[in-house]
């Protein structure tokens, strides 16, 4: 499935990619978080309002995207709104988020980053959101109604390539 007619940067492992787009949504559909409609109709865009950044591995084994909104819990900053990693081609998926999150601060600099887990949907139930943990991001907060998991990286916590 590699993608060889898209452009981005040679040394970067993922490439922008704009929402609706085919390899990105069988990724997507495989996600626990993807709602799935009575009717069973699948909308053409899935990324949500918002300004946002799509990223794409250059084989199509994984998808991150980035979503600035307005938060209906009050969260303020830049908002993983899905990752998911089914190969293993680049790196890590803690080495996949760092190269995101440098992605998104070229994109919003100085913004808080966040994303949600709902701990009783991830495969490693003992310690989700482990490839942010390990890619430098705390856990900061726990959702009412739902109960997912928040964490944030602040924009002064740049990943080292070392680590």
Not at 103 to 118: C, D, H, K, S, V
Request: with cysteine; charged share 30%.
């Amino acid at each position: 499935m590699r993608q060889p007619f898209l452009f981005g940067d040679p040394q970067s492992v993922w490439i922008q990619i704009r929402d609706a787009n085919d390899s990105a949504r069988q990724i997507f559909d495989r996600h626990y978080s993807r709602y799935h409609y009575a009717d069973g109709r699948k909308p053409a865009k899935f990324i949500g309002p918002g300004e946002y950044l799509l990223l794409m591995t250059r084989d199509a084994d994984a998808i991150f995207s980035w979503r600035k909104f307005i938060s209906a819990d009050g969260q303020q900053g830049v908002n993983c709104a899905i990752f998911r990693n089914e190969g293993v081609a680049y790196a890590s998926s803690s080495e996949l988020i760092k190269e995101a999150m440098r992605l998104a601060w070229e994109r919003w600099p100085g913004e808080r980053l966040f994303t949600y887990i709902n701990p009783r949907a991830v495969r490693r139930k003992r310690d989700p959101g482990r490839c942010f943990i390990r890619a430098g991001w705390k856990q900061c907060g726990v959702t009412k109604a739902r109960k997912l998991l928040i964490f944030e990286v602040l924009p002064d916590v740049r990943p080292s390539p070392e680590s």
